[in-house]
């Protein structure tokens, strides 16, 4: 190091330590410094001066600056800080509870449409529903109008009317198991139930199922453990929102009608699955189905003779839901639906909740229940649902978690029941997985496994 350079800094490293020892103070700055040199005399938040007027052993303005104490919080000489890039926070998406200017009702006759029409109201959609024997319409709200007071103002068009806000409802899938694995190593869960399953996951011959109903998201029918699946996906023909992800229809249709020998083995591989797609994506982040499309899609399996649906949806009470399950259970459809995954003090959510529908709730290997499962007098029975082996949305397979993944359990099992004794109606039908399911919580039935975990070594009388 040349001579110069060299006393240059061991001055500048002596002024350095003379200053912090508080020998030397230096004068306050009255320009910017050269380049790479900051000197600070900060305090101890933000580097502002406390003013109280003069006063404190700082003195003011006028006060000898070589009579201070140096405050130093950080060394006197320092290479440039770099600029801290700070990434953006990904929030969960909230979704709010129901469309925010729609009414939808059943039952409204054209005079009733006609006196809200000159009251501002918009028909947005109308559509003939077998299930509620009727036209079920969707209405635009008039402007400055609350949701309340426009319920109100269709209600009051008709005394016998169904009318109801436009809910949403989601999928019941929960975070992903953190722990990967391969199939090996998870297992597929079903031997928790004893489901009699081939050596390659076939179905055994006692397992002729009827043909099951799923509404849900969009399917990858061409995921190759549903290559071969027996599997009609129906639209609703509304191109208004953005098409729905794939990831849960895919994961429940794969638990039920999965290719034998694949990675995921469905629980019926030879049963018929006639699905509705009933979602829409939502800020490009969540999947959404409100009540005027999930009416409309259960319309469409009842009149495809469909007679046990899988729901694996959750979401508010609404009067129109409500009277389309009465309705389809009193033609003899057996509705099973998630408990979901709202946690274990939530309040109850619907379809679960409905009278006419079996709710399932979902229990971990060692059969403890799942920790962010609804809990309530409604539940039904337990079935597997977390670190369930099932389709990823894509290809190949991984482990999810939730309400959603139990219910084609007891969706698979009512059809084999269905099968053996198609007279059943949908009282007997619950009561015979209730008379079967092995009590594992409190004597009887409890608010957190219902009846107990689904017993299905009874389907074949083993």
């Known amino acids: 190091m040349p001579s110069r350079l060299m006393d240059r800094t061991v001055r500048l490293s002596l002024l350095a330590a003379l200053v912090m020892a508080g020998v030397v103070a230096l004068p306050a700055p009255q320009g910017s410094l050269a380049p790479g040199v900051a000197m600070a005399l900060a305090d101890d938040d933000d580097g502002d001066d406390d003013d109280d007027g003069g006063s404190?052993?700082?003195?003011?303005?006028?006060?000898?600056?070589?009579?201070?104490?140096?405050?130093?919080?950080?060394?006197l000489f320092s290479r440039p800080e770099r600029e801290v890039r700070r990434?953006?926070?990904?929030?969960?998406?909230?979704?709010?509870?129901r469309a925010q200017n729609e009414i939808v009702a059943t039952g409204l006759d054209e005079g009733a449409l006609a006196g809200l029409t000159q009251d501002g109201f918009v028909i947005d959609s109308r559509i003939e529903v077998a299930l509620v024997g009727g036209e079920m319409v969707r209405l635009i709200v008039p402007r400055g109008m609350t949701l309340e007071a426009a319920r109100a103002a269709v209600s009051a068009r008709s005394a016998t009317a169904a009318v109801d806000f436009n809910h949403f409802y989601q999928p019941q899938a929960a975070e992903a198991e953190k722990a990967a694995c391969v199939r090996e190593s998870c297992g597929l869960v079903r031997h928790m139930v004893g489901w009699p399953t081939g050596g390659d996951g076939s179905g055994m011959a006692?397992?002729?199922?009827q043909r099951i109903g799923l509404i849900d998201t969009a399917i990858n029918a061409d995921h190759a453990v549903l290559a071969k699946a027996r599997l009609e996906v129906l639209s609703l023909g509304d191109e208004k929102g953005a098409a729905s992800g794939e990831q849960h229809g895919t994961a429940v249709a794969a638990l039920l009608v999965g290719a034998p020998g694949s990675r995921v083995p469905g629980l019926l591989p030879e049963a018929e699955v006639?699905?509705?797609?009933?979602?829409?994506?939502?800020?490009?982040?969540?999947?959404?189905?409100?009540?005027?499309?999930?009416?409309?899609?259960?319309?469409?399996?009842?009149?495809?003779?469909i007679r046990?649906?899988?729901?694996?949806l959750t979401g508010p009470a609404n009067m129109l839901l409500e009277r389309a399950v009465a309705a389809a259970a009193s033609r003899g459809i057996i509705m099973v639906a998630a408990a979901g995954n709202d946690g274990p003090?939530?309040?109850?959510?619907?379809?679960?909740?409905?009278?006419?529908?079996?709710?399932?709730?979902?229990?971990?290997?060692?059969?403890?229940?799942?920790?962010?499962?609804?809990?309530?007098?409604?539940?039904?029975?337990?079935?597997?649902?977390?670190?369930?082996?099932?389709?990823?949305?894509?290809?190949?397979?991984?482990?999810?978690?939730?309400?959603?993944?139990?219910?084609?359990?007891?969706?698979?099992?009512?059809?084999?029941?269905?099968?053996?004794?198609?007279?059943?109606?949908?009282?007997?039908?619950?009561?015979?997985?209730?008379?079967?399911?092995?009590?594992?919580?409190?004597?009887?039935?409890?608010?957190?496994?219902?009846w107990g975990l689904l017993n299905a070594r009874a389907l074949c009388g083993t």
């Open 56 to 75: 404190s052993h700082r003195g003011g303005r006028g006060d000898d600056r070589r009579m201070e104490t140096p405050r130093i919080l950080r060394p």
């Open 87 to 97: 990434v953006p926070v990904r929030r969960p998406v909230v979704v709010p509870e």
């Open 345 to 450: 003090n939530a309040e109850p959510v619907y379809p679960a909740a409905y009278e006419h529908v079996i709710a399932v709730t979902a229990v971990d290997k060692a059969r403890n229940p799942y920790r962010r499962a609804v809990r309530g007098n409604h539940i039904d029975i337990a079935a597997p649902g977390v670190g369930v082996w099932t389709a990823a949305s894509v290809s190949g397979a991984r482990q999810k978690s939730g309400t959603s993944f139990a219910a084609p359990f007891v969706t698979a099992a009512v059809s084999v029941l269905l099968t053996a004794k198609p007279g059943l109606s949908p009282d007997a039908v619950e009561a015979e997985l209730m008379k079967s399911a092995e009590d594992i919580g409190k004597p009887g039935k409890d608010a957190v496994y219902g």
């Open 274 to 305: 006639v699905a509705v797609d009933a979602f829409q994506r939502f800020r490009k982040t969540a999947d959404i189905a409100n009540v005027y499309d999930l009416v409309r899609a259960l319309d469409l399996l009842v009149q495809r003779d």
């Open 308 to 312: 046990v649906v899988n729901l694996s």
């Open 206 to 209: 006692c397992l002729k199922p």
